[in-house]
């Protein structure tokens, strides 16, 4: 029962790294296995707790990128230059580390079919990863929502799951891409920050009442929620979760 | 704005610590401006503690302190607070 | 808690004198920023700090004559509750003392109230004697809206969340009045030498 997974006391737990992955020139997916994980549900995250020889903690929280999967729970990190904990988890663990975390956490920024659609996730960054895991659980259980991603990034090279998106499009997902820094040559797509326009051309239309959400930076989250909001969008209807200018 | 300023959900886990139970799909109703909201709505600072405060008016709704074995939550911000619907 | 995280480190520096660090913190180069509301950003023209409560008489003073008041040059050590302590921070503002100076109060106790609602209780006795500051410059520059510009409490000798950003005056009581963290779990007094974080430490 889904149910369970949010109840009862969180413990931390320790988990195995299988597998890192580059997505990006400074992007990184951790395949983890975690022995006792009780599944998890698209757009809940886990706290990373690391733990230094003399006793020094740091603590951070990474969304889950993969759709639910046995014992596996995939996290894509975004390694920050001046990060304290994600330099470590991108560039010094390797597989057959432990990981310690807990989790899942987050009821609220979450999506699953019995939510239906339509659906749009707004992108900014590595902020497209918890809205991934939503695009992951809508293919896997093959479901056709009206699913719509709109992804902000700097340049076509910093989009993370690039391909994975590119072959997931279709059957009732789209996928728009905005480059905010620069574009390839003949780019004929959006070239500029997330803004109520495009929001508008992306849809849905605020009177198809979308379930609608927001993750990324908190500057782009407040913005963009503040445009779909004068689009009519009910504040209800939009779910955020703004990583910080922290949390590297 | 504030560029420090995090959702409800980003303390998921310390909530669900102290409670027993995920609480990001509660809903709590602001005393000073009587505002409902989830909690995984609510904004979040961080300073010697946890402060989550109304996303309408701003108010201080509870203050978490988590010292050593125990977790110090103050609720007063809040009128009532009610588990989520499950 | 035995499970090590193989290779992590972190981002504390482990060069600094002991001596000079509390018990349980350690010491970081840059400085994280720590609120607990949003940055409120007051007209200058709108500012004031003023000393109220059990005075002979109320005090005010608007920007412009705050900045005219007497200031000095401190350098000092801070120490955050949640485990930082930043070392020879350098700092301008207008000693307590000179705030004072003249007024006749049988206080004992003080709150220090910000724009943004915070509040911190400190006895007087450790605001006197040159032990505390409002300060309005840090590393000699203007004090930034998110360090507490234009204008913060900086009381070293305890734990920095008894050194309210954004300070807009002091109250001095017969009574303590515990603060926004002390009601909450955090230690009346705060000493860092003696790790007064919490009620009961």
Request: hydrophobic share 40%; aromatic share 8%; net charge negative.
């Given at each position: 029962m889904e149910g369970a997974a949010l109840l009862g006391r969180l413990t931390w737990q320790l988990a195995d790294v299988v597998h890192l992955v580059p997505e990006t020139a400074?992007?990184?997916?951790?395949?983890?296995?975690?022995?006792?994980?009780?599944?998890?549900?698209?757009?809940?995250?886990?706290?990373i707790r690391l733990t230094a020889e003399d006793g020094y903690q740091a603590e951070r929280s990474y969304s889950i990128a993969s759709a639910p999967n046995g014992a596996r729970v995939e996290l894509t990190v975004e390694r920050l230059d001046d990060g304290e904990v994600s330099p470590y988890l991108t560039?010094?663990?390797?597989?057959?580390?432990?990981?310690?975390?807990?989790?899942?956490?987050?009821?609220?920024?979450?999506?699953?079919?019995?939510?239906?659609?339509?659906?749009?996730?707004?992108?900014?960054g590595s902020g497209v990863v918890p809205l991934m895991a939503m695009i992951r659980e809508r293919a896997a259980v093959g479901s056709d929502v009206d699913m719509r991603l709109l992804l902000?990034?700097?340049?076509?090279?910093?989009?993370?799951?690039?391909?994975?998106?590119?072959?997931?499009?279709?059957?009732?997902?789209?996928?728009?891409?905005?480059?905010?820094?620069?574009?390839?040559?003949?780019?004929?797509?959006?070239?500029?920050?997330?803004?109520?326009?495009?929001?508008?051309?992306?849809?849905?239309?605020?009177?198809?009442?979308?379930?609608?959400?927001?993750?990324?930076?908190?500057?782009?989250?407040?913005?963009?929620?503040t445009a779909l909001v004068s689009l009519g969008h009910e504040a209800a209807h939009i779910k955020t979760e703004r990583f910080g200018p922290t949390g590297g | 704005?504030?560029?420090?300023?995090?959702?409800?959900?980003?303390?998921?886990?310390?909530?669900?610590?102290?409670?027993?139970?995920?609480?990001?799909?509660?809903?709590?109703?602001?005393?000073?401006?009587?505002?409902?909201?989830?909690?995984?709505?609510?904004?979040?600072?961080?300073s010697a503690g946890v402060v989550l405060r109304c996303h309408e008016c701003g108010s201080v709704l509870a203050k978490?302190?988590?010292?050593?074995?125990?977790?110090?939550?103050?609720?007063r911000g809040l009128r009532s607070l009610a588990p989520p619907a499950d | 808690m035995s499970f090590v995280s193989r290779g992590f480190r972190g981002r504390r520096r482990s060069?600094?004198?002991?001596?000079?660090?509390?018990?349980?913190?350690?010491?970081?180069?840059?400085?994280?920023?720590?609120s607990a509301g949003p940055t409120p950003h007051t007209d200058l023209e709108q500012w004031s700090f003023s000393i109220s409560g059990e005075v002979n008489e109320t005090r005010s003073w608007t920007w412009d004559e705050f900045r005219a008041l007497p200031s000095e040059e401190v350098t000092v050590d801070i120490h955050c509750v949640t485990k930082?302590?930043?070392?020879?921070?350098?700092?301008?503002?207008?000693?307590?003392?000179?705030?004072?100076?003249?007024?006749?109060?049988?206080?004992?106790?003080?709150?220090?109230?910000?724009?943004?609602?915070?509040?911190?209780?400190?006895?007087?006795?450790?605001?006197?004697?040159?032990?505390a500051w409002v300060v309005y410059e840090y590393d000699g520059e203007p004090l930034e809206p998110e360090h507490g510009g234009p204008a913060r409490m900086l009381v070293p000798h305890l734990y920095f969340w008894k050194s309210a950003k954004w300070i807009r005056g002091l109250r001095l009581q017969l009574d303590d009045e515990p603060g926004f963290w002390e009601t909450n779990g955090y230690n009346n007094y705060g000493d860092p030498w003696k790790e007064q974080r919490y009620w009961g430490d």
């Open positions: 400074g992007v990184k997916t951790l395949a983890l296995d975690v022995p006792e994980w009780p599944g998890h549900r698209a757009g809940q995250h886990v706290d560039d010094e663990l390797h597989p057959g580390d432990q990981l310690e975390l807990r989790g899942p956490v987050g009821g609220y920024f979450v999506w699953e079919a019995a939510v239906g659609g339509p659906v749009l996730l707004v992108g900014g902000s990034s700097r340049t076509w090279d910093d989009v993370i799951y690039r391909d994975e998106l590119e072959r997931l499009a279709g059957s009732g997902l789209t996928v728009t891409h905005t480059l905010t820094r620069s574009r390839p040559e003949g780019w004929s797509g959006y070239a500029r920050r997330v803004d109520a326009e495009m929001l508008t051309e992306v849809g849905p239309a605020a009177g198809d009442r979308p379930h609608v959400y927001v993750c990324g930076p908190t500057p782009f989250v407040e913005a963009v929620a | 704005m504030d560029a420090l300023m995090l959702d409800g959900n980003a303390v998921a886990g310390l909530l669900q610590e102290a409670f027993g139970t995920e609480m990001t799909t509660a809903t709590g109703i602001c005393d000073a401006c009587g505002a409902g909201q989830q909690v995984g709505a609510v904004r979040v600072f961080r978490i302190v988590v010292r050593r074995a125990q977790t110090c939550v103050d609720l | 060069d600094a004198d002991p001596a000079r660090v509390p018990p349980g913190q350690y010491v970081t180069t840059d400085y994280p920023v720590l930082w302590s930043k070392l020879d921070t350098a700092w301008r503002g207008v000693s307590i003392d000179t705030l004072l100076d003249g007024i006749e109060t049988s206080a004992e106790y003080s709150t220090q109230f910000s724009d943004g609602g915070y509040t911190t209780n400190v006895p007087v006795a450790d605001l006197t004697g040159g032990k």
